[in-house]
């Protein structure tokens, strides 16, 4: 019985085809590489190329960024893991030619050349403990804090649909788009596909391909509080010596307002 079910599950690798090959490329996908804009994947090397003549996604049309296409990539290494069990010598294979590469194609140094380091592929138990110890976790990305408050309209249509988060308190990459959090929203407000959303701050609403860095350091750093400071230095008038030193001072973290997109049309 065992073995008959055991039978049954077994499928070949050719009924995956569709989630592990490149749309570009047709060939299986290697270092997979997924937009975040539209999450469909495809070799590191073919996108790459494909950006520097486009902005939009091979596969789906979508445009990924205005100027930068690239920032909006992601490396998939539990998908690669996954297509090289599913095929047999794929990652010797692709390591063989990697290093056959760099050897034509890299300047000698030192007068040798040996080609990349080819990282092992399964390290001992004893390996990864003691790796393991000195690992951080931790993104090494810029990280900032937000705010995400709903800002009402006084009746506008949509404000029953557009509630306020029960957490808007949020941590994230400093590189996330607008766009990014437009999503984000819509999927903790359960939002129909459809329905647009506005992200402002200070009043002014952000284009979705805007990064966090961006909004904070343009938009929110520069508009902050006045607060009037005494030190002393003479004053003519009066005799007595003081001064009014004026900085400008921000609330931490940066509060981003949302609200049911305003049509001006």
Request: aromatic fraction near 8%; glycine fraction near 6%; charge should be negative.
């Amino acid at each position: 019985m065992c073995q008959e079910m055991a039978t049954q599950r077994k499928h070949p690798v050719r009924d995956f085809n569709d989630y592990i090959t490149c749309h570009v490329c047709s060939g299986y996908l290697i270092k997979p590489t997924t937009v975040t804009e539209c999450l469909h994947t495809f070799c590191k090397s073919c996108i790459v190329q494909h950006f520097e003549e486009s902005n939009d996604c091979p596969k789906c049309g979508i445009q990924v960024h205005e100027t930068n296409p690239l920032e909006m990539l992601r490396p998939d290494n539990t998908l690669e893991e996954i297509i090289f069990k599913l095929v047999p010598g794929l990652r010797e294979k692709e390591e063989q030619r990697e290093t056959e590469f760099w050897k034509k194609h890299r300047p000698l140094e030192n007068g040798t050349d040996d080609g990349p380091k080819v990282k092992k592929t399964r390290l001992t138990d004893e390996e990864d403990d003691e790796n393991g110890a000195d690992k951080d976790y931790h993104r090494s990305d810029p990280q900032i804090a937000i705010c995400l408050d709903c800002l009402r309209n006084n009746g506008q249509s949509g404000d029953n649909v557009v509630k306020g988060l029960m957490k808007k308190f949020i941590r994230c990459s400093a590189r996330v788009t607008v766009g990014t959090i437009k999503k984000f929203l819509s999927l903790k407000l359960k939002l129909p596909s459809s329905y647009e959303l506005d992200v402002l701050c200070n009043g002014e609403i952000m284009g979705k391909d805007h990064t966090m860095e961006f909004i904070y350091m343009t938009r929110w750093r520069l508009r902050g509080e006045t607060v009037e400071s005494g030190a002393p230095s003479e004053n003519t008038d009066t005799g007595r010596t003081y001064t009014l030193h004026t900085e400008c001072r921000q609330s931490y973290p940066m509060v981003l307002q949302y609200r049911p997109r305003i049509d001006f049309g």
